[in-house]
């Protein structure tokens, strides 16, 4: 199916374990995004993508890598969890860096 | 700091009436202006956009204000239907190709 999808839906982990969340899209944009969604921030750029291997920070990216090797996928590392964390992700497309496509997102908690 | 800001976290309207959701920002640079809209449980989706160049752009029952001077955008939507309640999302853009979201406004559109 064409789009943008993110797994998994829903994750609950641990303090302290490493969780990766996947985002795939199928149009060949050049540009990804991760965004996290907090009450009373709105959503917030993790990192961001502008093509393979070319990857940057946004404004909350301590605790997180990201790595980019196939033009379609965009992984999300929390290398190892806190509660802070727990939160709603966000992954997003766009050919020139703006108007973008969002993902369903993905849910995670952290115990 | 809040460089894409939305002052008001809710608004109520009644069917039919007319919806009125702000936005300022501080920075300069920024040049294209979006909002998004999103329902629980799904990503946001693109809903009408502006460039700086233009003060107004309107695309059916949603329209789009920009005062530059101010650094303040609205979004009107008239007639306010039952399926709009949602939350809104204002996001800026300038050179650096990524969206600066603001926190968000929830519409509830009351029968």
């Known amino acids: 199916d064409a789009g943008i999808t993110q797994s998994p839906r829903y994750k609950i982990t641990e303090t302290g374990r490493q969780v990766t969340l996947m985002c795939h899209q199928t149009?060949?944009?050049?540009?990804m995004f991760w965004y996290r969604q907090d009450l009373g921030h709105g959503l917030r750029l993790i990192y961001y993508s502008a093509a393979a291997d070319i990857t940057d920070k946004g404004e909350v990216s301590d605790g997180y890598v990201v790595s980019r090797s196939k033009t379609e996928n965009f992984p999300l590392t929390l290398e190892s969890a806190t509660r802070s964390q727990t939160s709603v992700y966000f992954c997003?497309?766009?050919?020139?860096?703006?108007?973008?496509?969002f993902g369903s997102g993905t849910r995670l908690t952290v115990v | 700091d809040q460089q894409v800001k939305q002052n008001s976290p809710s608004l109520s309207v009644q069917e039919g009436r007319i919806s009125i959701l702000n936005c300022d920002y501080t920075n300069s640079m920024f040049d294209y202006f979006l909002w998004y809209k999103k329902y629980p449980a799904e990503g946001p989706t693109f809903l009408i956009s502006?460039?700086?160049?233009?003060d107004k752009n309107e695309d059916g029952r949603f329209t789009v204000f920009l005062n530059k001077s101010a650094k303040h955008l609205s979004l009107h939507i008239v007639p306010s239907q039952p399926g709009d309640s949602a939350v809104y999302f204002c996001?800026?853009?300038?050179?650096?190709?990524?969206?600066?979201f603001g926190t968000g406004t929830r519409l509830q559109v009351t029968l």
């Open positions: 502006i460039s700086s160049i233009k």
């Open positions: 997003a497309s766009s050919v020139s860096g703006d108007g973008y496509t």
């Open positions: 149009w060949s944009h050049s540009y």
């Open positions: 996001a800026a853009t300038g050179t650096a190709s990524k969206l600066t």
